[in-house]
Each structure stands twice: as structure tokens, then as C-alpha cells.
T-cell receptor, first 105, second 115 residues
């Protein structure tokens, strides 16, 4: 099946900093989605982004389907951004192992 | 807003017990999914259902079965729980819009411990 690699696996940010998370797929991908899992385990759908760019507040995402990758941008990070970010894609939704993000005040 | 609820947040069972995990969604979604999440392994699909009484195996169906008698409810069954089934179980739902895995919405999760 399709392999999903996320980088970096762990990230520590100072509050207010910007960051980029990356998701690479081993094969062509559709239905690409980004999720945030908060410290209590709840997964929230951030973006459904099979291609192009979307923005939602301080978060934005870009998918380049032809090159099999997607990026999630976090700007002006806040402590509430802490948690694990997952990307997932393809018909049988394959998940990456996640980016663990910790934002310190 | 889509709401997906799971019957328990925490559950402790003994080896060999039959375990039922319930999931209910209130947005009339056709698709429902069960995943388990383990440290370092991400989320892995156990089973999914795209219609009432329909089910398909995911990547790790061994030791599990499912039931979907009503559109809004999808149950995961551990016939004889084992310690290696200790995990976080997540339910999700989505609309069926041509491609099955479209924009999934997750429940809060059930953390199951099998002793």
C-alpha cells in the first residue's frame, strides 16, 4: 500500500514562531487531509485538500498532487497548537505517523 | 457540525471477554470507520462500512468484527479480547460522494486496556 512520511517527527516551537510540516506520499494521492490531535486524543479535521492551497486563520495547507506532497503551515504559533498533526490520503485513507508539535510560552 | 460520539472514553476489560465499542454519528453519513492508534504506528484501519449491513476489512481486521444495523451506528466487537488489543480506538464518519474516504470526522476515542 501507499507509504506516508511526515517530517519532522518532533518539533518544539517558541510561541509566535512559524513552522512548516511536510507530508510525502510514495504514490499518487487523492483525498488528502490534515488533522490535529489534541492532548486529549480528539482528532480534528483541519483541511481537506486534494490539491491547491487553502487557508484557515493562522493555518494554511498546500498540496502538490503531481509531486506527491503536502505542506501545512503554522504561523504565529500558540500553545493551543500543540499536539500531533497527521496527514492522510488516498482511497484507503493511509495515515502518516504524525508530527508531534510542542509550543512553549 | 458533525458529531461523532463513542460509548466510552476509557474501558478496562479482562483477557477473553467479549467487548463492544459503539459509535454513533448524527449527520446521516454513509461511511463509517474504525481505527486503532498505537504509539509510533499512527492510525490503522480495522474495518469500514459504506452502508447499512455492509462492511469491508481494513488493514488489520484480525481479532475484530463489526456490525452496522442502522445508518447512524457502527459497532466494533472484540470477540475474545487479548492484551495486544490494548489501544486507542477511534471511530470516524464521512459522506459518500463518489470517493469513499472523503473528509472524515472523528469521535473522541475509546482508550481500551485489556488486562
Amino acid at each position: 500500500g501507499i507509504q506516508v512520511e511526515q517530517s519532522p517527527p518532533d518539533l518544539i516551537l517558541q510561541e509566535g514562531a512559524n513552522s512548516t510540516l511536510r507530508c510525502n506520499f510514495s504514490d499518487s494521492v487523492n483525498n488528502l487531509q490534515w488533522f490535529h490531535q489534541n492532548p486529549w486524543g480528539q482528532l480534528i479535521n483541519l483541511f481537506y485538500i486534494p490539491s491547491g492551497t487553502k487557508q484557515n486563520g493562522r493555518l494554511s495547507a498546500t498540496t502538490v498532487a503531481t509531486e506527491r506532497y503536502s505542506l501545512l503551515y503554522i504561523s504565529s504559533s500558540q500553545t493551543t497548537d500543540s499536539g500531533v498533526y497527521f496527514c492522510a490520503g488516498n482511497n484507503r485513507l493511509a495515515f502518516g505517523k504524525g508530527n508531534q508539535v510542542v509550543v512553549i510560552p | 457540525d458533525v458529531k461523532v460520539t463513542q460509548s466510552s472514553r476509557y474501558l478496562v476489560k479482562r483477557t477473553g471477554e467479549k467487548v463492544f465499542l459503539e459509535c454513533v454519528q448524527d449527520m446521516d453519513h454513509e461511511n463509517m470507520f474504525w481505527y486503532r492508534q498505537d504509539p509510533g504506528l499512527g492510525l490503522r484501519l480495522i474495518y469500514f462500512s459504506y452502508d447499512v449491513k455492509m462492511k469491508e476489512k481494513g488493514d488489520i481486521p484480525e481479532g475484530y468484527s463489526v456490525s452496522r444495523e442502522k445508518k447512524e451506528r457502527f459497532s466494533l466487537i472484540l470477540e475474545s479480547a487479548s492484551t495486544n488489543q490494548t489501544s486507542m480506538y477511534l471511530c470516524a464518519s464521512s459522506l459518500l460522494t463518489g470517493v469513499p474516504y472523503n473528509e472524515q470526522f472523528f469521535g473522541p476515542g475509546t482508550r481500551l486496556t485489556v488486562l
